[in-house]
């Protein structure tokens, strides 16, 4: 009884004094056969599960990590806020995101549906400060075609048309489920998606 009031005390010091307060910037590198030569060395970063509320030490680091990068796209993968109370701090994130020089995309995440987010207040927010919400539709990035789904956990993201070319793809979806129950990544040269904090429980 006492390994387990440990575990669960360590547990909540986790999520609750570590996490919140914890950036993990990973880099990867993706090779896409017959990409374009216009398209070599094309930097995506992508930022989900940020479940903002005010903008502190977390997200002047996450905006630092995005200026080093110098990305010619910013993906934001869903759960950017919990509720309509955070859209204001959620527009001052993409100001500054937007004045990287990047192009900046968003699409929605579960908690953006849990927490009843406003869907024409949210889309303002982003239009406010030069981001695209994308929600169940392509649109095309310097030659790359990107499809954006809505939540699979909270929403009801539609079966995916596949663009007019045949040109390298990207498929944005908040949770993985998407992609591993409706082998919806077939399709795609690349899929990025969060949802799931990291691996959400490790030992």
């Given at each position: 009884?006492?390994?387990?009031?440990?575990?669960?005390?360590?547990?909540?010091?986790?999520?609750?004094?570590v996490e919140?307060?914890?950036?993990?910037?990973?880099?990867?590198?993706?090779?896409?056969?017959?990409?374009?030569?216009?398209?070599?060395?094309?930097?995506?970063?992508?930022?989900?599960?940020?479940?903002?509320?005010?903008?502190?030490?977390?997200?002047?680091?996450?905006?630092?990590?995005?200026?080093?990068?110098?990305?010619?796209?910013?993906?934001?993968?869903?759960?950017?806020?919990?509720?309509?109370?955070?859209?204001?701090?959620?527009?001052?994130?993409?100001?500054?995101?937007?004045?990287?020089?990047?192009?900046?995309?968003?699409?929605?995440?579960?908690?953006?549906?849990?927490?009843?987010?406003?869907?024409?207040?949210?889309?303002?927010?982003?239009?406010?400060?030069?981001?695209?919400?994308?929600?169940?539709?392509?649109?095309?990035?310097?030659?790359?075609?990107?499809?954006?789904?809505?939540?699979?956990?909270?929403?009801?993201?539609?079966?995916?048309?596949?663009?007019?070319?045949?040109?390298?793809?990207?498929?944005?979806?908040?949770?993985?489920?998407?992609v591993d129950?409706?082998?919806?990544?077939?399709?795609?040269?690349?899929?990025?998606?969060?949802?799931?904090?990291?691996?959400?429980?490790?030992?």
């Amino acid at each position: 009884m006492v390994g387990a009031a440990t575990l669960a005390a360590a547990g909540a010091v986790d999520a609750f004094g570590v996490e919140p307060a914890w950036l993990d910037v990973q880099r990867m590198q993706h090779a896409i056969e017959g990409l374009p030569a216009a398209l070599e060395g094309f930097t995506v970063a992508q930022i989900t599960d940020a479940h903002l509320t005010s903008l502190g030490r977390v997200e002047d680091r996450i905006l630092a990590a995005i200026r080093s990068a110098s990305p010619q796209l910013v993906v934001l993968t869903g759960d950017l806020i919990d509720s309509d109370a955070d859209t204001g701090v959620l527009g001052e994130l993409c100001a500054e995101l937007t004045r990287t020089g990047a192009t900046v995309l968003a699409t929605l995440g579960n908690w953006e549906h849990w927490g009843k987010v406003d869907r024409d207040r949210l889309d303002r927010t982003y239009r406010r400060s030069d981001t695209t919400l994308l929600v169940d539709r392509w649109t095309r990035v310097e030659g790359l075609s990107i499809y954006a789904s809505d939540d699979s956990t909270g929403g009801t993201p539609r079966t995916l048309a596949p663009p007019d070319d045949d040109g390298p793809s990207l498929l944005l979806t908040h949770s993985p489920a998407f992609v591993d129950r409706d082998h919806a990544g077939a399709a795609f040269d690349l899929c990025l998606s969060g949802h799931t904090h990291g691996g959400q429980i490790t030992v």
